[in-house]
């Protein structure tokens, strides 16, 4: 592909929390309920083996953001909206997922480098501890409830919702617990475009797609508020046919913020020549539905790092290559490094990512709080923290589901795909990584 340096063009990125790419119709998803992401990548580039170096918010955002591997413990020298202010651009964030201003989850500051970071906080009910308090001990106590009773049915999980309403501060649906909607983002985005004389950086991060799914149009909404419910406090409950309805609210949701996405760019259109955007769409990480064992996404040894939770929409439009599909494995750490490249900006030196648009190596890192594994475009390996679990590899090519671990068959494969992995991390200056790969395999190999 050739250089696609561009001169004086903005960048809008728009991230949409818990998207798998397999649910885009232009992905080859049945249902077509992404038209206007459809329509980017149409016109557009699309990879189509994109992934995430992490399956949750708080590793993936702080290691897209400054192209390092997560966990991201270091502040970094410089992000991309500080790279990209440092060149000229106006920068702000509407972002409101809260998670990356915990500090206990996320070490670096996510907003540095922006003019603008808006969490949407003026959208939100303010939060209330001893409120939550009281909440945590009506929950253990319907919790109890049910499990000494088995009173697992629907008259109760509504009963227990409707006590949860109670409440004032808390409700189940992301409406009661005012996570602001992708109309609420757009807006205040476009107010602050509307403003902006000089080349601009805006990012917009969807919450819609993530859990609770509770769409708007969903016709049953004593249904929907009964599923939602037993996703949240009882997931080792949801049966199959259950699993298939929380799909039909996730696709829903996915439905509303495309369509989001196309009133954004309706808007945007009335004030800036679209020709003069890049739009970048992508998503921090995906969202399981028990494909194994596992329904969304999250912390600890949930955080899995199978595709369900990395395989990742990315679209890339606004450069002259219309219609394009990228096959190759790519991965988020590059998207930074990339987006330098495309503004004709030098990639600062603690970006260890690659452009994407020329030949690259086609190798990652996926990293969670319990895992770690190694991906090329072939296999698989998967080496988990706790001894009790066993080490996992996949033949992708024949076994695209990751059901078949073949660790233990394929050991001379095993051990080469072992030491690549060691030495990408090696690159990436993951010494605490490296160091407990070691002593996982030496225990390993003595047991
Ligand atoms: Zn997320």
Excluded at 58 to 69: D, Q
Excluded at 121 to 138: G, M, T
Excluded at 214 to 229: C, R, S
Excluded at 318 to 347: A, H, Y
């Amino acid at each position: 592909m050739k250089s696609c340096k561009i001169g004086k063009k903005n960048l809008i990125l728009l991230t949409v929390d818990c998207l798998r790419a397999d649910h885009l119709h232009c992905m080859g998803y049945s249902k077509d309920i992404t038209p206007t992401l459809d329509t980017l990548a149409k016109n557009g580039i699309m990879f189509t083996k994109a992934f995430a170096n992490a399956p949750s918010t708080h590793y993936s955002m702080p290691s897209f953001l400054s192209s390092t591997l997560p966990p991201v413990k270091k502040q970094p020298k410089i992000t991309l909206a500080g790279i990209l202010k440092k060149n000229g651009f106006v920068t702000a964030a509407f972002n409101p997922n809260p998670i990356v201003f915990s500090k206990i989850h996320c070490k670096i500051r996510i907003n540095d480098g922006f003019d603008l970071y808006d969490m949407m906080l003026s959208s939100r009910k303010q939060y209330n501890l001893k409120l939550e308090f009281l909440r945590s001990l009506i929950i253990k106590y319907f919790r109890d409830r049910f499990e000494k009773n088995k009173l697992i049915d629907n008259s109760s999980y509504l009963l227990f919702n409707y006590a949860m309403k109670t409440i004032p501060n808390f409700l189940c649906t992301r409406q009661h617990l005012h996570i602001p909607s992708a109309e609420e983002i757009n807006q205040k985005a476009i107010t602050w475009i509307k403003n902006q004389k000089q080349r601009f950086f805006i990012w917009l991060h969807y919450m819609d797609v993530h859990e609770p799914y509770a769409p708007l149009d969903y016709n049953n909404m004593t249904e929907m508020l009964y599923l939602i419910t037993k996703y949240r406090y009882f997931p080792d409950k949801i049966t199959n046919k259950e699993n298939q309805k929380l799909i039909i609210l996730y696709d829903l949701e996915i439905k509303y913020t495309d369509n989001a996405i196309n009133n954004f760019l309706i808007a945007l259109k009335k004030l800036k020549n679209f020709d003069d955007c890049i739009i970048i769409v992508t998503a921090d990480h995906g969202d399981a539905f028990n494909e194994h064992g596992v329904l969304g996404h999250g912390f600890g040894s949930e955080a899995k790092v199978y595709d369900e939770l990395i395989h990742v929409p990315l679209i890339i439009y606004g450069l002259d290559e219309k219609n394009i599909n990228i096959n190759k494995q790519v991965q988020l750490l590059d998207l930074s490094p990339t987006i330098c490249e495309l503004l004709n900006i030098s990639k600062p030196i603690n970006f260890f990512g690659e452009n994407i648009l020329f030949p690259i190596k086609e190798k990652m890192i996926i990293k969670s709080e319990y895992y770690i594994a190694y991906r090329t475009p072939d296999h698989k390996l998967i080496i988990p923290k706790m001894d009790n679990e066993e080490n996992e590899l996949y033949d992708l090519k024949r076994d695209s589901e990751e059901k078949i671990n073949i660790y233990n068959i394929k050991q001379k494969l095993a051990a080469k795909l072992e030491l690549e992995m060691i030495t990408l991390l090696q690159k990436y200056k993951k010494k605490t990584e490296v160091l407990e790969i070691k002593n996982k395999l030496i225990k390993k190999a003595s047991s």
